[in-house]
Structure formats: C-alpha cells, structure tokens
C-alpha cells in the first residue's frame, strides 16, 4: 500500500510539459476552464490534480473545436 503524496505519471510527457503553460492561460481567460479547476480545488483535490483534469478538458475543447471547424469564443 502507498502512502504520502502521490505523483502525476500517467499519459505522455511530451504532451503533459506542451499544455502546461496554455493550461495556465487557460485556467485564467476561459471561463469554462476557470469554473472547472475551482470546482475541483473547492472538493479537495490538490492543485497539480485539477491542473491535470483542466489540461484533458482542454484537450476535449480542442478536438470538439478542430472536429467542427471552429474558432475559440473570445468575450
């Protein structure tokens, strides 16, 4: 059984390191970001978790918006 703090591992690394710094952008400008990673810090979960969360919602962000042909919505 592991105890203590736990590490991200999972998934590729060159992505994970390419989406880091727009996931900061990210988590500031895109409301829908924004409201996710806070929902998940107001549960509990520690800040590199929700980052992580936040980064594959952009990803299935990105694809809807690559799959439809569409711009990102700037307000």
């Known amino acids: 059984m592991m105890r203590g703090k736990r590490t991200i591992g999972g998934g590729r690394v060159e992505i994970r390191n390419a989406l880091f710094m727009p996931i900061i952008v990210a988590k500031r400008y895109n409301p829908k970001i924004?409201?996710?990673?806070?929902?998940?810090?107001?549960?509990g979960k520690p800040k590199m978790v929700a980052l992580m969360a936040a980064?594959?919602?952009?990803?299935?962000?990105?694809?809807?918006?690559?799959?439809?042909?569409?711009?990102?919505e700037r307000k």
């Open 55 to 72: 980064m594959r919602k952009l990803l299935t962000i990105l694809n809807v918006m690559i799959r439809e042909g569409k711009k990102m």
């Open 34 to 43: 924004k409201a996710f990673y806070d929902r998940l810090i107001e549960r």
